[in-house]
């Protein structure tokens, strides 16, 4: 009977055992550690049915015998009994000891294993958590941003914003991939709200509170629309501030027929090319930004020209005197490809009309009128007939000019222009040069010229070098003589009342006939042609002046050949070179 306990003993604990053990197996392993643990139990039944017969077997044997050997029996079956109950006393520890053992190993095997499944549970559950908003301060904006963590492939966030001061909630973003936010607030007091979510259905959501003092909301403003002209087309531009990108759009109402017409379609660029009619209009301008502000604005508009069709337009002419004649240009617009102009001018002292040009592609011209008052005139055409044209008055007055430097020297009345060194060194620099160039081709003397032009023309400011370029005083008629190479055209004269000298000093003003230069080279030209040639008799009156290198001899001759009546002339002269030491624009 022990043995069957000891067997059944034994069989619950392996059982146990192995139950245990199962937690940690798969599910097929499971499957195979039942079917294990089922054969061991029927294997164990078979066993203690065996044992159980045996007994009942022995028992009957043991009855039979009873009358023969029951003192043997006894004794045997007594020791018998001794030798298997120490046996088992023997084998219960060890198998006690193995089924503790045995159940320590597994127990730590299955707790392992619970706690790998918790793990891999833990890890298996979806997993999200928003720590904070990061905020920062961008300029125009604020960025926002949910900081988050999760085990999940896919987040997505939704932003919303409770406005204190309606006591309103407003979304911002719905939801989306991106744990940012750019926000535009005005200033204000806020709740500032994001949620997250997974697929799988974990949320979370923070939020928190924000004092905003400065206004990030989007703005667009257009003040004003700028115009320019063109040959071919009117140039509009909207003049605007904007906090984002912004797109425009034109129209324009024509006044001549109340209707709205489309100039461009929404475009990126704040410009118009504009071709209308010619006519009246409101321009209107339309503008939108990515921030979803708006703005618009309108001007009238006069159109000159027909953009549509070929023309031209002169807006006036542009006068320029540069010395002894007029630069002229005709300032014009056309979208035509040739273009054509005539110049006239009218003189109004004899109300006649003079061709200065026939028709060219030229809008310049250059004019050299006489003194006078004149009305300047040009016309232009298209060669589809198009035609423009305009007039000014001019009054042509040239002063004292020089030919080939474009820097007038300027008088009036018989004052000079030049009352100080600076301006007197000026007129010196201007003409001492011509003079160096004429004594290399007359062979008089160039401080000696430039001497007498200073002492005679007030360095060039008198009326009679301003009115006749005339800077020498000389007259139509010098004693009756006539010279070779001579630079007037006999005809052009100015007349004018000037002192002179009667040769004692006294000094009366007579009206005299002068000769009129087109420019100061021609004037000191005709000056020396006259000094090397003019006869005085059969000989030259200013015998021995040409090469003559010495100043004081040079004046002399020319006093003493009649030229002027001024007994101090000669002193005059000599004061003049030493003053501005002109001896050194002799060549």
Not at 109 to 130: H, K, P, R, V
Not at 217 to 224: A, D, K, Q, V
Not at 468 to 476: E, L, T, V, Y
Request: glycine share 8%.
């Amino acid at each position: 009977m022990r043995k069957s306990i000891t067997g059944l003993l034994l069989i619950l604990v392996l059982i146990c055992s192995d139950t245990v053990t199962a937690f940690a197996l798969s599910d097929t392993d499971k499957t195979q550690q039942v079917v294990q643990t089922t054969e061991q139990t029927e294997s164990s039944e078979d066993t203690a049915k065996k044992q159980t017969e045996e007994e009942k077997e022995t028992e009957s044997e043991t009855g039979q015998n009873q009358n023969d050997d029951a003192a043997a029996s006894t004794d045997e079956n007594v020791g018998n009994d001794k030798t298997q109950e120490s046996e088992i006393v023997t084998d219960e520890p060890a198998a006690k000891d193995s089924a503790i053992g045995a159940g320590n190993s597994e127990d730590e095997q299955a707790a392992s294993q619970s706690e790998d499944i918790q793990a891999a549970s833990l890890e298996s559950e979806t997993q999200l958590n928003i720590s904070g908003i990061y905020v920062m301060d961008q300029n125009s904006y604020i960025a926002a941003g949910a900081v988050y963590s999760s085990n999940a492939e896919k987040v997505e966030f939704k932003w919303q914003y409770y406005d204190l001061t309606t006591k309103s909630w407003y979304l911002l973003k719905d939801w989306n991939s991106s744990n940012w936010y750019s926000w535009r607030p005005a200033p204000g007091a806020y709740w500032l709200y994001v949620e997250a979510r997974t697929d799988d259905g974990a949320i979370a959501s923070k939020c928190e509170g924000m004092q905003i003092g400065k206004d990030y909301r989007p703005y667009l403003n257009i003040s004003g629309i700028y115009q320019q002209t063109g040959t071919d087309r009117i140039a509009a531009g909207a003049v605007y501030k904007s906090s984002d990108a912004a797109q425009f759009k034109w129209q324009y109402y024509d006044l001549s027929n109340y209707t709205w017409h489309a100039a461009s379609d929404w475009s990126e660029s704040n410009w118009l090319a504009w071709k209308p009619k010619k006519g009246s209009y409101w321009l209107y301008v339309e503008a939108k930004n990515a921030g979803g502000a708006t703005a618009n604005y309108c001007v009238g508009v006069v159109v000159s020209h027909n953009y549509e069709v070929e023309y031209v337009d002169i807006s006036g002419i542009y006068l320029r005197n540069d010395g002894s004649y007029f630069s002229a240009g005709a300032v014009y617009e056309t979208n035509a490809k040739k273009v054509e102009f005539e110049w006239k001018s009218y003189d109004l002292s004899t109300l006649k009309w003079s061709n200065i040009n026939t028709w060219t592609t030229g809008n310049c011209i250059t004019w050299k009128p006489t003194r006078g008052n004149y009305w300047l005139y040009v016309e232009a055409k298209t060669d589809t007939g198009e035609t423009a044209s305009k007039a000014i008055g001019v009054t042509a007055n040239f002063g004292l000019q020089i030919k080939n430097n474009f820097t007038p020297i300027r008088g009036s009345g018989n004052s000079a222009v030049y009352p100080n060194t600076a301006q007197c060194q000026a007129a010196i620099n201007q003409v001492g040069p011509l003079c160096t160039q004429d004594q290399k081709k007359s062979g008089v003397l160039a401080c000696v010229t430039l001497a007498q032009f200073i002492l005679e023309s007030g360095y060039g400011g008198t009326d009679l070098a301003q009115e006749a370029n005339n800077c020498f005083g000389m007259k139509i008629s010098l004693s009756g003589n006539t010279w070779a190479g001579s630079t007037w055209d006999g005809v052009s004269t100015y007349g004018k009342y000037s002192p002179e000298d009667d040769g004692h000093g006294n000094i009366t003003q007579e009206y005299s006939v002068f000769r009129k230069y087109a420019c100061v080279e021609d004037s000191i030209a005709d000056h020396s042609a006259y000094l090397t040639g003019a006869k005085n008799g059969s000989g030259l009156r200013y015998a021995g002046l040409v090469g003559e290198k010495d100043y004081v001899k040079a004046i002399t001759i020319i006093k003493n050949g009649g030229y002027a009546t001024d007994s101090t002339y000669i002193a005059q002269i000599c004061r003049i070179i030493e003053q501005w030491n002109l001896t050194k624009y002799n060549a």
